[in-house]
């Protein structure tokens, strides 16, 4: 029969990029895994956009957390599954979102039982965040990032290229002893390490439907969402000569933004950059908070003359003034540039 798994997990943990890599795991071991991005923004997600132009099998469901779209999200895995031919689908939730144990996975258990199998509630982590926790660094996000990793069946540790074995070992073993309900795997999404494994899991195993008791609603959950702020814009830039360099923008503009947002000695988990011409072409920049390095992930092959640009990110940030923030960096950056910019979608707004 075919199989569900949400794949929840922090803003940054690598949630968008598992779910390509595994759509491409599923080609290597004759498995059909589809993917569904799913986001607050009305608007086209940069999420969705990245994975479709990289030639991944993806969908979207925008708007509101999957949690709150039930009927939608039946509807899309009955065209996966049965139009598609996909037998596993992942969909991801928004990356401060917890709640979606009970939300999608008791809710589909209740009400269409015989919509598919639940693979284990999937949580993505990386080493950064395993790192605050260890060390009860994790301020203001505790709640959110033990929370998510109380719902899992199935704890993804990502980016283990990113640690020793030593530290990985380490870091595995706070996790298993921390969440003993859960099984800890560690992975890499970019390496290809552990995926094959991991698809296994997702294929063979069942959801456990246990029911944590996580304080939804409750003082310390209105507490952490009062303070994110979700960013959707989508804007256009041209120029008029063909020796704009594309990439060299983003990683400006991420520069430019991460600044700003140290400056006002706020946080910034996730800020996506992604540009892309009409004949195909693209690139996308991480932001990933106030201190660590700016990735692209991909890049433009050559220079471009009009593009397509979608920034979309939640932050540690009053909306109106995040707003504010982003506006004045993209019109500093362009000008640098000599772009001519024209906006046409925008939507910011405090989660509280
Ligand atoms: N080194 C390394 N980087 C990774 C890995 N997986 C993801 N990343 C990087 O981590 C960043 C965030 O990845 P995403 O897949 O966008 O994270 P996400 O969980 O979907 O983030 P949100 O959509 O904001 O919730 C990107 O710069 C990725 O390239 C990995 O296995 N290793
Ligand atoms: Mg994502």
Known sequence: MNRFAVVSGFLGSGKTTLMMALTQQGIRDG????????????????????????????SELVGECICYQTENLVERLRSLYEEKGAKLVLSDIPGFGVGALEHVYHTLHRDYPSCCILAPFTVVTEPERVRQLMKDEAGDLAYLLDTQLVEADLIVLNKRDLVSEDELKEMCGYLEKKYPEAQVLAVSAVSGEGLHGLLQVLTEQEASMHRPDIGYGGEAFQASMSLISEYY????????????????YLKDLA???R?????????LPHLKLL???EDGDYAKADLLGISREIEL???????????????NGSALYPADEL??????????????????VTSFKKECFGMG
């Open 31 to 58: 498995i059909s895994v589809s993917m569904i991005s799913n986001d607050l923004g009305n608007q086209s997600l940069a999420d969705h956009r990245y994975a479709s132009l990289s030639g991944c099998p993806a």
């Open 233 to 248: 814009q989508q804007y256009h830039v041209s120029v008029c000569c063909d020796t704009f360099d594309g990439n060299a």
């Open 255 to 257: 520069q430019a933004i």
């Open 275 to 277: 540009a892309f011409s």
């Open 297 to 311: 992930a991909h890049t433009f092959a050559k220079p471009c003359t009009d593009l397509g640009v979608m920034l």
């Open 323 to 340: 707003d504010e923030l982003i506006s004045a960096c993209v019109a500093l950056v362009s000008e640098n540039y000599q772009l001519e």
């Open 259 to 267: 600044e700003s947002i140290r400056e006002k000695g706020a946080d």
